[in-house]
């Protein structure tokens, strides 16, 4: 087998640096399995990776990352050298995160003779709602 120049150790396949990110397990023919693993996991659907210890231990990974991502965007909006951009996208991205994400307010304009023909419309419309005694 081939030493690797840099670490003295066994030469890395091809087929290895390829699938980083894929399924980590093997197929019964000995290569890799080549698919993507479930999210927050390391295998596959196939291999197991919809498993409930599988799938309990993914969440585990996702919630411990949580609050290193939180402190990188407190870092990233306190760096004076950071562009504004990228500072107000990472405070934007960690209220969302918390929760606090903004509303969407549309503001209507109407002109007055709208107004009055709305006020007469709705006039009309009480006024059909409680007719007067007598009739």
Same mark, same amino acid.
């Given at each position: ?54 799938? %309990? ?20 909006? /306190? ?35 709208? /107004?009055?023909? %709305? ?17």
């Amino acid at each position: 087998m081939a030493k690797d120049p840099s670490t003295g150790g066994p030469m890395e396949h091809e087929t290895d640096r390829i699938r980083e990110g894929r399924c980590s397990a093997r197929r019964t023919n000995g290569q890799p399995c080549g698919n993507w693993p479930m999210h927050g996991g390391t295998i596959c659907r196939k291999h197991g990776g919809a498993a409930t210890q599988v799938r %309990n231990a993914a969440a585990a990974r996702i919630a411990a990352a949580q609050d290193p991502a939180a402190a990188k965007l407190v870092e990233l909006m /306190q760096n004076p050298k950071v562009p504004y951009g990228i500072q107000l996208a990472a405070a934007k991205d960690l209220l969302d995160r918390g929760g606090n994400k903004s509303r969407d307010t549309i503001l209507l304009e109407t002109k007055k003779w709208e /107004q009055v023909a %709305n006020g007469i419309v709705d006039e009309i419309s009480f006024a059909a709602d409680f007719p007067e005694e007598g009739e």
